[in-house]
C-alpha cells in the first residue's frame, strides 16, 4: 500500500527547511484520543482549547497535546497533567517543566514574554522549574490527522520508550506528514524525518553532549524555512555540531531567492543563498490529498565572509 511517506522517501524529498516554525513550544499532557485539531477535538475542553489557540496566535509560541506512548483507551480527566515550556533561540535556550490539576491557568501565562524567550509566567504561575530530565523526543502519532503518523509514529514512540528513554512521548501535530515517522527534540529545539529507533538514540546522546546531528535534522524551529536550511548547510560545511553556536541573523529577500547570513559565536559569519523550488515529480503532501509539488529549500552556496566583509557586514545590520 502506497502512503504519502513511501512515496516522499522514494523520490528521497529533502528534509532540511521542512521544520515546524516556534521560538517557544508550550506542551499539555491531554491522555485519551485525539481528532485532527486536537486542541479542539480531544478530551480537552473545547472551550479550552480555542482559547489557548486564539491567545498563542502571534507571539511565536507554538502550542501542542502530547501523551505518553501506549494505548490511548479514554481514562477520563487526568487529576494531574505535565507542561513543558522550550525556547529554542541559540543563547536563551531552555526547557522548564511543571504539573497542573488545572489547564485553564495555562490562559493566564504571558505568552508575548514566552515567545520571547522569559519563562518567569511559567515559573510563578504553575511553580514551573528548569527540566533536569532527559531531552524530550516528541514523536508525531496523530492519525486522524495523517495516517502515516499513526502507522509509522507509534512504533517508534513505543519503541524508544520500551527502550528506556524516559523523555519519549507522542504530540499531536508537528507537520510534514509525509516524512513520518517525526519527531521534535527539545530544549534545542531541532526536528527530524524519516526516524528510527537508533538513530534518534544517536540525537539524544548529542543533545546531553551539547551536539546536533545533522543527519535526518528537517531544522531548528527557531527559524523561518530558508534560515533552517541554511543553518544546516553551514553546520555541514564548517563541521560545526556545538549546538548553541549558530543563528541566523539575518534573512533577505522574498520566495523564490533568499541570502541568509548565519552567524557564530566566535564572530564568523557565512552567507548563504537559498532557493525555493517545486518538488518534482507531483505527490501527495499527504494521505489521501490530491498529487501536488511541495515547495523545497534547495541550497545554491555557501560561503564564508572574510573579516572585512564580516566587519561590513556587522556594520550595516546596526
Request: aromatic share 4%; net charge negative.
Amino acid at each position: 500500500m502506497s502512503t504519502c511517506a513511501t512515496v516522499s522517501r522514494d523520490l528521497d524529498e529533502p528534509l532540511a527547511g521542512t521544520a515546524a516554525t516556534a521560538r517557544t513550544w508550550l506542551l499539555l499532557e491531554q491522555p485519551g484520543p485525539w481528532g485532527p485539531k486536537a486542541l479542539t477535538s480531544s478530551h480537552l475542553d473545547q472551550a479550552l482549547g480555542r482559547a489557548l489557540e486564539a491567545a498563542t496566535e502571534g507571539t511565536g509560541v507554538r502550542i501542542a497535546l502530547i501523551r505518553r506512548p501506549g494505548r490511548h483507551a479514554d481514562c477520563g480527566t487526568p487529576a494531574v497533567r505535565h507542561v513543558y515550556a522550550a525556547h529554542t533561540v541559540p543563547g536563551n535556550v531552555w526547557l522548564h517543566d511543571a504539573m497542573t490539576s488545572d489547564p485553564e491557568q495555562l490562559l493566564d501565562l504571558d505568552f508575548t514574554a514566552l515567545g520571547m524567550g522569559d519563562p518567569h509566567t511559567f515559573d510563578r504561575l504553575l511553580e514551573g522549574r528548569p527540566h533536569t530530565g532527559d531531552p524530550l523526543a516528541l514523536v508525531c502519532t496523530n492519525g486522524k490527522r495523517d495516517r502515516c503518523c499513526a502507522l509509522l509514529g507509534r512504533p517508534l514512540a513505543a519503541e524508544l520508550a520500551a527502550s528506556g528513554v524516559t523523555g519519549a512521548w507522542e504530540v499531536t501535530h508537528l507537520g510534514g506528514h509525509r516524512f513520518a515517522p517525526t519527531l521534535l527534540i527539545l530544549p534545542f529545539g531541532y526536528a527530524y524525518g524519516r526516524a528510527e529507533a537508533p538513530h534518534i538514540k544517536e540525537v539524544l546522546q548529542g543533545v546531553r553532549e551539547g551536539r546536533v546531528v545533522v543527519e535526518g535534522c528537517r531544522g531548528g524551529s527557531a527559524w523561518e524555512r530558508p534560515g533552517q536550511a541554511a543553518e544546516l548547510a553551514v553546520r555541514t560545511a564548517a563541521h560545526e555540531y556545538a549546538a548553541d553556536t549558530l543563528t541566523v541573523v539575518a534573512t533577505d529577500g522574498t520566495a523564490p531567492r533568499w541570502e541568509v547570513t548565519v552567524a557564530h559565536t566566535d564572530g564568523r559569519l557565512w552567507r548563504v543563498i537559498v532557493a525555493q523550488g517545486a518538488s518534482l515529480p507531483p505527490r501527495p503532501e499527504s494521505c489521501g490529498s490530491a498529487l501536488g509539488s511541495p515547495a523545497r529549500m534547495d541550497v545554491v552556496a555557501v560561503r564564508e565572509l572574510n573579516p572585512a566583509e564580516a566587519k561590513t557586514d556587522d556594520a550595516a545590520s546596526r
